[in-house]
């Protein structure tokens, strides 16, 4: 290797041995960086809480429209829960066979009913509106936490149904906010 290339691999790795493995690594390194740099915030928190609560509405509007709305929730749960990086933990508000759905598939079954028996599709009901209201935000870097009250409107009555809620977000690969934990559950009477 010439001078020119050993100052270039300097602070590369050993097995860096060419240019181009060189610049591969110090491409890899710079993304990592970037990914480390960037931290998640309240209004990232906000903006994801408003994207699932849209995402919700939008599979129930397709599904009255005729639409492929099964199609419209798997994409849905394929932009706002980490199910592609691992498990998600996900306890849905109305469920009592199937307490928990940790697949990408139980969850879409919650959604728009399916896999299991019970689920009639929560996003069918449908909803015209979701609205959160945060109690409190917990934000570590790369991770975050918020619970609090969502309220569901009915697109055929126009009645509230109250709901508390924690979700729990992480920063994927690619810097979006994803939904790694989610209890819902109706309040107590």
Not at 16 to 28: D, G, H, L, P
Not at 100 to 111: N, P
Not at 149 to 160: D, H, I
């Amino acid at each position: 290797l010439g001078v020119l290339t050993m100052i270039t691999l300097a602070g590369c790795s050993p097995e860096a041995t060419t240019q181009n493995e060189a610049e591969n690594q110090v491409s890899q390194t710079s993304e990592t960086d970037t990914k480390a740099e960037t931290k998640i915030t309240e209004e990232m928190v906000n903006e994801a809480q408003q994207k699932w609560a849209d995402g919700l509405v939008a599979i129930g509007k397709g599904y009255q429209e005729g639409n492929d709305y099964e199609e419209e929730a798997s994409k849905m749960i394929d932009d706002r829960y980490g199910f592609q990086d691992g498990v998600v933990l996900f306890k849905p508000t109305k469920t009592s066979e199937e307490n928990f759905r940790l697949t990408k598939e139980d969850a879409l079954s919650y959604f728009v009913g399916g896999a299991h028996e019970e689920d009639e599709g929560f996003a069918l009901a449908p909803w015209s509106n979701v609205r959160f209201e945060n109690e409190a935000t917990i934000i570590d870097s790369d991770s975050a936490l918020a619970s609090g009250l969502y309220y569901f409107t009915s697109a055929e009555t126009g009645e509230e149904t109250e709901v508390e809620y924690t979700f729990g977000y992480y920063l994927d690969s690619d810097g979006v906010l994803k939904i790694q934990l989610q209890h819902s559950s109706l309040p107590f009477e």
